[in-house]
């Protein structure tokens, strides 16, 4: 059953902010990986047979995310890596599109992706900050996010959140967003997303009353109505831990 399998993640950051991420990936029994352009521009040839060569030997039914700022040399490298993957590769995209809302538009890089998760950076362009800055401190938060993803993922009974769940959200040719939040705030427009995948982490000190209702406003707010949830009290966090995914139809 795909609930009790364990499967193989390869995180992949093309270009420098994507390796800014992928870099800070904490989390034990992932695969992590680095493609730079620079060499790409010099020898393309030589460059692109290295990437066949890795890519195409994969293990069946890996999970490949491919992490790059939207920008026309780092998409030439992810038609090139999408096309290299055998054709059981789960393959999704987590994209930097700073000021730009990628779920009003399908980009044709996108077509062969179960899902394509953006950041458009506006958690970290509300403030007056030079672009550089918003990209750094975005990093470290879609670090974080990947590796509590993936811990939540191989510790099933931690949240009751597992890989059906998982593929439940994101097969089919999806848009989609993660977070990684320490609270919810239930102006921003939630409810142009059709299905959750939510984990709650509580610390003793917050009671479980407030992750049902962070739960329940979720659910009044997807417009599908369509949650998958698990709570769990950790004595380790303080406070709330959610990580929220959300995705909808293209």
Do not use: C
């Not at 009790?4 to 270009?15: A, E, N, Y």
């Not at 904490?26 to 010099?42: H, Q, R």
């Not at 974080?144 to 510790?155: H, K, V």
């Not at 097969?171 to 320490?182: A, E």
């Amino acid at each position: 059953m795909i609930a009790m399998r364990s499967f193989t993640h390869i995180f992949v950051g093309i270009g420098n902010s994507g390796a800014n991420i992928v870099d800070r990936i904490s989390a034990d029994g992932v695969v992590k990986v680095t493609v730079n352009p620079a060499p790409y521009i010099l020898r393309p040839r030589r460059y692109l047979q290295r990437l066949e060569s890795f890519f195409s030997r994969i293990p069946e039914d890996t999970f490949l995310w491919l992490v790059f700022e939207d920008k026309p040399i780092n998409r030439e490298l992810v038609d090139f890596i999408m096309g290299s993957v055998p054709d059981d590769t789960i393959r999704l995209a987590y994209t930097l599109t700073p000021k730009r809302e990628l779920v009003y538009e399908k980009p044709p890089w996108a077509e062969g992706f179960e899902t394509v998760f953006y950041d458009s950076l506006w958690d970290f362009l509300r403030e007056d900050v030079p672009l550089g800055i918003a990209f750094e401190r975005a990093s470290v938060s879609i670090a974080e996010l990947f590796s509590r993803l993936y811990y939540y993922l191989e510790n099933q009974m931690l949240v009751n959140i597992d890989y059906a769940d998982l593929f439940n959200m994101i097969r089919g040719g999806n848009v989609g967003i993660m977070r990684l939040l320490d609270r919810v705030d239930f102006s921003w427009h939630w409810g142009i997303w059709e299905r959750g995948l939510i984990g709650i982490l509580v610390g003793e000190d917050f009671p479980l009353s407030g992750a049902h209702a962070i739960l329940a406003r979720f659910q009044e707010l997807l417009s599908e109505k369509d949650v998958i949830w698990g709570i769990i009290t950790d004595e380790k966090v303080r406070g709330v831990e959610i990580l929220a995914l959300l995705t909808r139809r293209w």
